[in-house]
């Protein structure tokens, strides 16, 4: 499966964002997908996933309530709704895929995007 991540840039404190992440060559509704974030200098860390038919979704404590995951399988395409976005949230966001991962362990997916940077001034 590849996967291509876009839809990132800057944006001001308090604004939002959608992240993008197309699929291809696979069947996109047998991978569960979710989306990490990796900060300069930090470890990357769990953002949001959801399941392979979109009826379950994740989230770290630290976007919970102001990120969306959703997918559309129609369209092969994952997204990442971001508002009331702050300063702590700019990153390189990734969108991964894997058949049934242990959700928040980046370790257990196996396919990556290649990221998209978020940047978000104070």
């Known amino acids: 499966v590849q996967l291509q991540a876009s839809g990132g840039g800057l944006v001001q404190a308090g604004g939002s964002l959608r992240l993008s992440c197309a699929a291809s060559?696979?069947?996109?509704?047998?991978?569960?997908m979710a989306w990490f974030r990796q900060a300069p200098g930090k470890e990357r860390e769990f953002v949001a996933s959801?399941?392979?038919?979109?009826?379950?979704?994740r989230y770290s404590d630290s976007v919970k309530g102001r990120f969306t995951i959703s997918r559309d399988n129609a369209e092969n395409t994952v997204y990442l709704q971001m508002s009331s976005l702050k300063s702590e949230d700019t990153a390189v966001y990734y969108c991964?895929?894997?058949?049934?991962?242990?959700?928040?362990?980046?370790?257990?997916?196996?396919?990556w995007g290649q990221g998209t940077q978020v940047t978000v001034s104070s």
């Open positions: 991964a895929a894997a058949r049934s991962p242990t959700y928040y362990l980046s370790r257990s997916y196996d396919f």
């Open positions: 959801i399941t392979w038919g979109g009826g379950g979704t």
């Open positions: 060559g696979g069947t996109f509704s047998n991978y569960y």
